[in-house]
């Protein structure tokens, strides 16, 4: 019984280090998302704003890259506790995608026919 307290107590461990880095990661995140969105718009309510559209396409590129790498990391420790998320759906697609490369991706062989 020792042995598997022992590998149950480290299994606990990892798990709550993974809980650990996902909470820490999505914190980082989420912040740094409100942060942007509430300079955006404390920046609105000033005319100057609105001269150019680079201000707020900068803005939503930041928020979109930052949200991708955070679901990223937080997948990737998930994951590496074995209690990642999986869309069935997605996965489907992915996979008829993957064979479809395969396919797209694999060289014909003509078969050489001689008439003599």
């Given at each position: 019984m020792p042995k598997m307290t022992k590998?149950?107590?480290?299994d606990i461990e990892k798990l709550g280090v993974a809980i650990?880095?996902?909470d820490l990661l999505s914190q980082e995140a989420f912040e740094s998302i409100t942060m942007i969105c509430n300079v955006c718009l404390t920046a609105m309510e000033k005319p100057e704003f609105w001269r150019t559209a680079d201000t707020i396409a900068?803005?939503?590129l930041t928020i979109r890259?930052?949200?991708a790498d955070?679901?990223?990391?937080i997948n990737?420790?998930?994951?590496?506790a074995g209690f990642n998320h999986c869309d069935d759906a997605s996965r489907?697609?992915?996979d008829a995608r993957a064979v479809m490369m395969d396919v797209l991706t694999t060289p014909v062989r003509l078969a050489v026919v001689s008439h003599g």
């Open positions: 590998a149950l107590d480290a650990n880095m996902m900068t803005a939503l890259d930052r949200a955070a679901m990223n990391s990737c420790e998930a994951e590496e489907r697609r992915h």
